[in-house]
């Protein structure tokens, strides 16, 4: 290799270890410079042999370097190579893909159309997740429209307006505009009316088998070819409420001998005798079908974007041959598959949910066995980690399953700084905690104090903030050890912030304060409460579980509803009643507690 290939090699070399490590932040390394220097430089490779001794001092050269100079340097060396590091970061920074052809309108239009039959499921806040963070990424608009017409099948729960508001509010976002789809009838029944007008719908008596018959053949019924006034006629009376459940539809007139029988002539409007629960809708009876009601909202408030699930496609389809008549542009079509989240036994299903909870199965929504937004809220888990969890699914259309373990890693990040410590002895005799991982194996175990061992421990509020002081612990005669923390007899223990102790039967003897029994020894360091009455306060912790009772330290009575403490090497728990605040989930006397995750 003469001298002018040498100065080539290592000044290629040079710009690809710098792009290397600032790629990944670590050292550049030789093997992974060494593909993309020989694939841009053929004639480099009849020298293989001899390069790697050429790129190896320049890589070390530039380990040499901090961020910041690599950055400066490569920016001398390679602009453009710098230029794809930034557009890499920013990728990274957006997990999900970009709408398709959103560079085409003035403004990303999206929807939440929430059905309010009941408050939320887990499931129910990936579209706000996703929806809010588009409309984030792209200074974009969000509609929250209450898909509430079928008053009988999916009856809305007059709460659950209010309740989904609030979820979404938890979730980070607000809605630019809110609507109820049973305020807006009469549009539907004018587009309706529009659309019989173009000859694109027909009324129809058949009864429901024998029309599905013949649409699974492919053939008309004899109502397909009413003249226009009929139709007219009769879909004025079905508005008036002149036929009951069943006696006639207003069917959207497609391709009856389409492939896709689900496409054939489909139901736009049916009748509803059951009257809807909300008062300014309750005189209806002429309802519209969702994918009828659906499409025609979203072209009247501009939707641009719909994300829905991969099971609704032909909605989709549906919805265009609605789209054409009235000569239309279909908005934009993302489809997702269906998210699974683990760790629950009860289903993720509304229906499911207000069962078990109607029959005292579950306590309420916010039961931390029920997969509910309620529940996870009422936790302490924020909602921001929720959301980061569901964004990071991304929009694939293959089903997804989304473990709790990654709402609670992104809960923990969010709360761990600000977070106080605390004790907590859990006692399993007193508790009705089944199958719980880590739960004591008896009854807490109350141990004299001897020796010559000071009244209180004074561990800190927190292990990487030593400003914010220590708390003080008191045990003046005895203290309180879960049952597996208890040492045989002879052994030593270490009382977290107190100090180390021998026991003797049924003594704990002090023995003082040298930590290097901890780290040259290995003596077990574990937290405890005094045993006095005035040394520690019971508290309920409500767990997916079940209840798991315990003493927790005295200055845990000082927190308020939703403060956040750790139990040490128990878990985050949200603080959530005193006693007498009107919990009635906790015995009297009793803190009550909810588990948030390890």
């Known amino acids: 290799m003469d001298d002018d290939l040498r100065e080539r090699v290592r000044a290629e070399a040079e710009k690809h270890a710098l792009y290397n490590a ?83 309108y003035d403004e990303i239009r999206m929807r939440l159309a929430p059905n309010p039959n009941g408050p939320w499921h887990l499931g129910s806040a990936r579209m706000p997740a996703v929806i809010g963070t588009y409309k984030e990424l792209y200074d974009g608009w969000m509609l929250c429209r209450f898909d509430d017409t079928d008053p009988e099948t999916k009856r809305p729960d007059l709460d659950a307006y209010d309740e989904i508001l609030d979820a979404i509010d938890y979730l980070g976002f607000e809605p630019d505009e809110v609507l109820k789809a049973s305020d807006r009838v009469e549009t539907y029944y004018d587009h309706a009316r529009e659309l019989i007008g173009k000859g694109g719908a027909y009324t129809c008596s058949c009864p429901a088998e024998h029309f599905r018959g013949l649409k699974a053949d492919g053939e008309p019924c004899e109502h397909r070819d009413k003249d226009v006034e009929t139709v007219r006629e009769e879909f004025e009376a079905m508005v008036d409420g002149e036929y009951s459940d069943g006696e006639m539809v207003l069917r959207v007139k497609t391709d009856i001998e389409h492939k896709n029988p689900a496409l054939r002539d489909f139901v736009a409007f049916r009748m509803v005798d059951t009257p809807h629960p909300r008062e300014e809708a309750a005189d209806y009876r002429a309802w519209p079908m969702l994918d009828f009601q659906s499409g025609i909202d979203d072209h009247l408030t501009g939707v641009t974007h719909i994300v829905r699930g991969i099971d609704l496609q032909d909605s989709a389809k549906r919805q265009r041959f609605v789209y054409d008549y009235f000569g239309w542009e279909y908005p934009e079509v993302v489809h997702w598959g269906h998210v699974q989240i683990d760790a629950y036994d009860v289903p993720m299903s509304t229906s499911t949910i207000k069962e078990k909870v109607e029959s005292g199965e579950l306590t309420g929504w916010d039961d931390p066995r029920a997969p509910t937004i309620a529940s996870v809220r009422r936790r302490g888990i924020r909602g921001e980690a929720i959301v980061d969890a569901m964004v990071d699914l991304g929009v694939s259309t293959s089903n997804v399953d989304l473990a709790m373990s990654s709402i609670y890693a992104n809960n923990r990040d969010l709360i761990d700084d600000d977070t106080d410590r605390r004790f907590l002895v859990r006692d399993a005799a007193e508790s009705d905690a089944e199958g719980r991982e880590g739960l004591p194996s008896g009854p807490a175990e109350k141990f004299t104090l001897a020796g010559d061992a000071p009244g209180a421990g004074h561990p800190p509020l927190h292990p990487d903030h030593d400003g914010r002081g220590d708390r003080d612990v008191p045990a003046s005669e005895a203290v309180l050890l879960e049952a597996d923390d208890a040492p045989a007899d002879g052994e030593r223990v270490w009382l977290k912030g107190f100090g180390c102790f021998r026991r003797d039967g049924d003594d704990l003897v002090w023995s003082g304060t040298d930590i290097s029994d901890v780290r040259e020894e290995g003596v077990p360091v574990v937290h405890w409460v005094g045993a006095g009455d005035d040394e520690h306060v019971r508290v309920r912790l409500r767990t997916m579980d079940g209840d798991v009772v315990g003493h927790a330290e005295p200055g845990y009575a000082d927190y308020a509803s939703d403060d956040l403490v750790q139990f040490e090497r128990v878990g985050f728990a949200r603080f959530d009643a005193a006693p007498g605040d009107g919990a009635d989930e906790a015995e009297p006397g009793e803190y009550l507690a909810f588990y948030a995750h390890p």
């Open 22 to 104: 600032l790629k990944h932040g670590s050292d550049p390394d030789v093997g992974a410079i060494m593909g993309p220097l020989m694939g841009e430089n053929p004639d480099f490779r009849p020298h293989g042999d001899e390069i790697p001794g050429v790129v190896a001092p320049v890589a070390a050269e530039v380990s040499d370097l901090d961020d910041d100079e690599r950055r400066e340097r490569l920016l001398d060396l390679s602009p453009d190579l710098v230029e794809e590091l930034e557009a890499e970061d920013e990728g990274d920074e957006q997990v999900l893909p970009d709408l398709p052809n959103a560079d085409e």
